[in-house]
């Protein structure tokens, strides 16, 4: 079992990550990546690599910003109704700490409002940690959605 | 509820203009299905999904749930997803392997891969003296009425009259001809993920706003310029070609909107469409120079021009699908109820062409077509809200008399007018299709 520091350490830098993403601060959340940083969420648990293949989500900090940059452009019109997220993010284990790297799982849930629509977003996060000078950097996180593999009713905008 | 009578369908499309209810009414919504997508050949799925005996993949044609399987004759069968006793769905799962036979999961019937009727439990006692038997037709899955593949691409007709296949292509046939002769090896297969979408919309605006040449620039304008900037900032770090998966992104905004006009579209009987290239697909980067010449090995440096030289971004093969032939995706169109509808996403490989040419593609379908789309998810509010306004009492019409008059006919196909790209003569061509169609 990992130290009672560490995980806590982890876990408020878990429940950080998600209160910048619900407060869209989308530079703060691209900030927590390590310069070859990647998000990724696979289309199915079976992939075991981002790169090469189908992804809902693979992006480097490159495709962040653009993306970023997508949603705070005033003619993003598909950004322009009520939107709001709330993430909660449970269930911290830590798979692994040595040294630098610390090796995350946990569970989130994510609730949508989009114009007068909800939608429920849940599944299993795994953070690749690297401690840096500036604290917890992520050089991999990786999104199991549990509804990943069903019929999008409308598109995901921003990162889960 | 279905109302008694049908609005005139000759009264809701005049050459410029329709009627709204083709989008919002439900009882045109249901004749819809039944003249037009339970009638024409409709686009099932690649040979390549199914690659082993017993493998199956379903999907609607119309109204009805469909699947395809691959045989132990080695050919794809398209049947009902409905097992001739009571009724029930054969294949529950989207896609699987159902082995030797189907086999009911109520009553246990079993049938061969081509429907045919295979056993009953007990069926000499339980059936004595009956009027069925073995051979009954009606004891056998339905098949579809005619199936049809080309180049690895299967269609079924739920229709057993109507032209062939290659008739209803005619022309938009390209589309799987330039696609397969991309290939060093002139196929291409599936790469096993499809990605599902659903707007809330009639299906029709989605086929028409394939190839509106005039909205990339309004509706994608933010992701242009946002990938735009990226660009930029990547090419004075990078070599030479590495940012083309944001060019994909980029054109979108680098295209101005005067600029739209200089492409074109050529449109064809039966509804279908192709809309000429933009995206400055042939660079020189390495990558490129070393498949051309797999290229050339294999078809000749005449032959090689010729394929690389088709200068396409999109064929519409009208009413159900979309096809991106250089970047080799597709999306296929199923009509879920008059304000919704399900675009199910494919891409694939070249074979015997570099995993660089292959990373194209990919990066095209993760970045424009999966369901965390930096592209589409500007044009499913654009359907949205036009579903939202054509429902409403605020107008009687839809208006496509851009650069009506001006497009230039010829036996068998209507193009846009050089400089007028952004004709909507595709829209006034699918209506066109539409309604001839309607009238049965």
Redesign the interface.
């Known amino acids: 079992m990992a130290k009672p520091d560490v995980q806590h350490e982890v876990e408020q830098f878990l429940y950080r990550q998600a209160e910048i993403l619900d407060g869209k601060q989308w530079q703060g959340w691209i900030d927590l990546f390590t310069p070859d940083g990647i998000y990724w969420?696979p289309?199915?648990p079976e992939y075991k690599t981002w790169d090469?293949?189908?992804?809902?989500?693979?992006e480097d900090k490159?495709?962040m910003?653009?993306?970023?940059?997508?949603?705070l452009?005033?003619?993003?019109?598909?950004?322009r109704p009520l939107w709001e997220t709330n993430h909660v993010v449970s269930n911290v284990i830590i798979e692994k700490a040595s040294g630098e790297e610390i090796v995350a799982r946990s569970r989130f849930h994510m609730m949508e409002l989009r114009r007068d629509d909800v939608r429920h977003f849940a599944g299993s996060y795994r953070h690749e940690l690297k401690r840096t000078r500036d604290g917890l950097r992520i050089k991999l996180q990786r999104v199991d959605m549990t509804n990943a593999q069903?019929?999008?009713?409308?598109?995901?905008?921003v990162w889960v | 509820m279905l109302r008694e009578s049908i609005p005139d369908i000759g009264k809701m499309v005049e050459p410029d203009r329709v009627r709204r209810e083709v989008y919002t009414d439900p009882a045109i919504f249901e004749l819809e299905m039944q003249n037009i997508h339970e009638k024409v050949w409709i686009y099932c799925g690649h040979e390549s999904q199914v690659p082993k005996v017993g493998d199956y993949y379903t999907m609607q044609i119309g109204r009805q749930p469909m699947l395809m399987v691959r045989g132990k004759d080695n050919k794809v069968h398209v049947l009902y997803n409905r097992c001739p006793h009571r009724g029930n769905m054969m294949c529950g799962d989207r896609h699987g392997n159902t082995g030797e036979q189907f086999r009911c999961s109520y009553h246990a019937w079993t049938f061969h891969h081509d429907g045919k009727l295979k056993n009953i439990p007990m069926m000499d006692s339980g059936y004595a003296g009956n009027r069925l038997n073995k051979e009954s037709p009606e004891l056998s899955m339905k098949r579809a009425a005619r199936v049809e593949s080309y180049r690895g691409f299967v269609f079924a007709s739920l229709s057993p009259t109507g032209p062939s296949l290659k008739e209803f292509l005619g022309k938009s046939i390209v589309a799987f001809d330039d696609m397969c002769d991309r290939a060093p090896e002139g196929e291409v297969e599936v790469?096993p993920?499809c990605?599902?979408?659903?707007?809330?919309s009639n299906w029709k605006l989605f086929m028409e706003n394939q190839i509106d040449a005039l909205h990339p620039s309004v509706?994608h304008?933010?992701?242009g310029?946002?990938?735009h900037?990226?660009e930029k900032?990547?090419a004075k770090k990078a070599r030479a070609g590495e940012a083309l998966s944001?060019h994909m992104?980029s054109a979108f905004a680098t295209v101005t909107i005067d600029k739209w006009d200089n492409f074109q579209t050529i449109n064809y009987p039966y509804g279908h469409c192709i809309l000429t290239g933009y995206m400055g697909l042939r660079p020189q980067d390495p990558d490129t120079k070393a498949y051309d010449q797999i290229m050339i090995k294999a078809y000749g440096q005449k032959r090689f021009e010729e394929i690389v030289g088709v200068n396409i971004h999109h064929v519409l093969v009208y009413p159900g699908l979309s096809v991106q032939s250089p970047l080799q995706q597709l999306r296929a169109v199923r009509p879920l109820g008059v304000d919704r509808t399900?675009t199910e996403i494919w891409?694939f490989r070249l074979k015997g062409a570099p995993?660089a040419i292959?990373?194209r593609s990919?990066a095209y379908?993760?970045?424009v077509n999966?369901?965390?789309?930096?592209i589409?998810?500007?044009d499913?509010?654009?359907f949205w809200k036009c579903h939202q306004g054509l429902s409403s009492d605020g107008g009687d019409w839809v208006s496509f008399a851009r650069h009506f008059g001006h497009d230039i006919e010829r036996p068998g196909e209507v193009s846009s007018a050089p400089n007028q790209g952004t004709s909507e003569a595709p829209m006034r061509n699918q209506m066109k299709a539409w309604a001839e169609y309607m009238r049965g």
């Open positions: 969420m289309p199915a090469g293949q189908p992804a809902i989500f693979a490159n495709l910003t653009v993306r970023m940059n997508r949603v452009h005033p003619d993003a019109w598909s950004q069903a019929a999008y009713d409308y598109v995901l905008q | 790469v993920n990605f599902r979408v659903i707007q809330h509706t304008q933010s992701t310029r946002a990938a900037e990226v900032e990547i944001y992104l399900l891409h995993e292959y990373r990919l379908y993760n970045l999966s369901p965390a789309t930096l589409n998810a500007d499913l509010e654009n």
